[in-house]
């Protein structure tokens, strides 16, 4: 998916849920896309964050990060985090 409309898409969710009670707001942000987003579309969100292209990406958006389900790696591809791929 095009980047910037992965950006588009997650902020239109936060605007959403600006309106809820404090305490909800993320959760709700997070609790969307772990329902909604296919594994691949959450993967590339935490590619950009971790890559530190948060710009133009809303508040609630990064407060969600947290509560997002990161999805597994396909069987047969390197583990990011294997100390033997430095």
Known sequence: MERDKLVYMANQIAKFFE????????KGVAD?????WE?????????????GRTEGMHALVLE???AIRRPEAPSGAP????PSLV
């Open 19 to 26: 309106s809820a009670k404090e305490g909800a707001r993320s």
């Open 32 to 36: 969307h896309i772990n329902k909604f």
């Open 79 to 82: 583990n990011q985090d294997d």
């Open 64 to 66: 969600a990060m947290s």
């Open 39 to 51: 594994p691949r579309m959450r993967t590339q969100l935490f590619e950009r964050v971790e890559g």
